[in-house]
């Protein structure tokens, strides 16, 4: 059954992100036991601060485009509508997904293409009829577009939602430098108990 399928890929990859990050958690440990010193100036190396709000200070600048589109609305207008309505026809009528999980993949796993395949064309279908309605409302009601945009372009900054994000919170790492043998020996056997359980379905399902 396809559910089936997607319910077994889902767990592969589950569990070879527990098998990945439980890995790298028994290396950490031993490190910790072995070479206290080492793993934690290994540690004071990756915890180098980087702001992500200097790197996105570019993306939250808000830049408008409304003078050109109404400067052209009819030509914009026209060609949000024909272009909307071509694809609109054409999702409908001549979307198989299906096909296009028959093109991309064989066996069962082509189930689950055809269902991303179904998903993505209701957000184009979506997309597509949003833009037939904006171009119409280009062409023969601007008045009620531009009250419209008064509400859809409002400025929302990133930065200040995510103030405090990138603010440096130690509290784990100085537990750890205080006791780095016992938080080496947790670490590692529960790391190693995870990556023992996900061997064991791992490869017991497969």
């Not at 070879?16 to 028994?26: E, Q």
């Not at 184009?124 to 419209?148: D, E, H, K, R």
Request: overall charge positive; hydrophobic content about 50%; glycine content about 14%.
């Amino acid at each position: 059954m396809p559910n089936d399928l997607i319910w077994r890929l889902l767990l592969h990859i589950c569990l070879a992100v527990v098998l990945v990050f439980g890995s790298v958690g028994v290396a950490v440990g031993i490190g910790l036991i072995v070479s206290s010193a080492r793993t934690l100036r290994f540690f004071h190396l990756m915890n180098r601060w980087v702001s992500t709000r200097g790197a996105l200070r570019v993306l939250d600048v808000p830049r408008s485009t409304e003078q050109f589109s109404h400067r052209h609305r009819r030509w914009i207008g026209w060609a949000l509508v024909a272009g909307g309505a071509f694809a609109t026809f054409g999702l409908i009528a001549g979307f198989n997904a299906a096909a296009v999980g028959a093109l991309f993949a064989k066996g069962g796993m082509s189930h689950v293409v055809a269902i991303v395949a179904a998903t993505l064309r209701w957000f184009l279908l979506a997309g597509s009829v949003a833009g037939v309605v904006i171009g119409g409302m280009l062409c023969f009601s601007p008045g009620a577009l531009g009250t419209l945009e008064t509400y859809a372009n409002r400025w929302f900054s990133g930065r200040n939602v995510l103030r405090g994000g990138d603010d440096m919170r130690l509290t784990l790492d100085k537990l750890v430098e205080a006791h780095p043998g016992p938080s080496g020996w947790i670490l590692g056997c529960t790391s190693l108990g995870a990556v023992a359980y996900a061997v064991t379905l791992l490869f017991g399902r497969s």
